[in-house]
């Protein structure tokens, strides 16, 4: 089994800077994509960022420019660096491990294409 660990929310300001970790650990961590999604009260799950296993990055419009999606194999983990936030981006974060080992498809912005996921950490940002 596969287990997914998220950590480094909290509460920022406006225009402020975030970093969260992903460890995923039970598993061969090199050999699978893996995202963010995030869900806001009242919303549905949304998708973040995604990143392959060889480190090729895909990222919702809502964010790119501001977040970065990066993976270090050597400690399975993967971060994600989040700048100029903004309250909007308030929310639940998650992470998750794709279905299947050395593949990123088209519908990897489907929480349906992840089957491991964390238990999410909790960013807000103020006015």
């Known amino acids: 089994q596969v287990r997914v660990v998220e950590s480094g929310g909290g509460l920022v300001q406006a225009g402020g800077s975030l970093t969260l970790s992903c460890t995923a650990s039970g598993g061969s961590f090199g050999s699978y994509a893996m995202a963010w999604f995030r869900q806001a009260p009242g919303l549905e799950r949304a998708f973040v960022a995604a990143?392959?296993?060889?480190?090729?990055?895909y990222y919702a419009e809502a964010v790119k420019g501001r977040f970065t999606i990066a993976r270090d194999n050597a400690k399975n983990t993967v971060n994600l660096q989040m700048n100029s936030l903004r309250p909007d981006d308030t929310a639940v974060y998650y992470c998750?491990?794709?279905?299947?080992?050395?593949?990123?498809?088209?519908?990897?912005?489907?929480?349906?294409?992840?089957?491991?996921w964390g238990q999410g950490t909790q960013v807000t940002v103020s006015s």
């Open positions: 990143i392959s296993w060889n480190s090729a990055p």
């Open positions: 998750a491990q794709d279905r299947r080992a050395f593949y990123l498809g088209d519908v990897f912005m489907d929480t349906l294409s992840y089957s491991s």
